[in-house]
């Protein structure tokens, strides 16, 4: 069985995007080399990348040009490569190179998708995705980057879940950036 990740920047005090979905807060502390090698290593791992239509669009938007290939060329060769899938029912067509577009059920779509032979599965971004998976128990492992930066508002990943989600930890790695690396899966 495939495993399948959600990952995700997350501020101090809980969001992954603010109020009004911007996260250019997470693109800061870029200039640690261990952070950054990091980030290169995580684009270079070869699995399958998921995606709603708005983080889609923004990463589509940024990876495949000439800028991110100057700035970020590893984590640039990496995100083109990379084999993505984009769930959305209003978005026409997926351009990015390696992209497959999903309009079916999400959750039924994921479990086959789980079933499937191939590499692991991350989430990248997608907090609706991940909010109508979490209660469902088909995500494995929760990846956090936690940002030292409060926002005060926005939108969590986790938004609209009913019952508890109880997680223990499992890994952590402290950049000099103040950004700290979380790894939880969930508590059966």
């Not at 399958?48 to 970020?72: C, K, N, V």
């Not at 959750?107 to 991350?122: A, D, Q, Y």
């Not at 926005?154 to 950049?175: A, H, Q, V």
Request: charged residues 20%; positive net charge.
């Amino acid at each position: 069985m495939r495993k399948l990740i959600a990952f995700n920047h997350v501020t101090l005090d809980g969001y992954f995007v603010g109020p009004t979905g911007d996260f250019r807060w997470a693109q800061k502390g870029t200039d640690d080399p261990e952070f950054s090698a990091f980030v290169a290593q995580n684009a270079s791992g070869g699995g399958q990348s998921l995606f709603g239509r708005i983080p889609y669009e923004l990463m589509a938007s940024y990876w495949p040009t000439p800028t991110a290939d100057q700035h970020h060329p590893e984590v640039a060769k990496g995100m083109n490569s990379m084999s993505k899938v984009v769930f959305s029912r209003t978005l026409k067509q997926a351009s990015w190179n390696n992209t497959k577009l999903v309009r079916s059920d999400l959750l039924s779509e994921i479990r086959k998708m789980k079933n499937e032979s191939g590499p692991g599965m991350t989430i990248l971004g997608s907090g609706s995705i991940i909010s109508q998976l979490a209660p469902e128990h088909v995500i494995d492992e929760y990846h956090m980057i936690l940002d030292p930066v409060a926002l005060g508002k926005g939108r969590s990943m986790f938004d609209g879940i009913k019952d508890p989600l109880e997680l223990k930890l499992t890994k952590t790695r402290t950049f000099r950036n103040g950004k700290v690396y979380l790894c939880y899966e969930p508590i059966a």
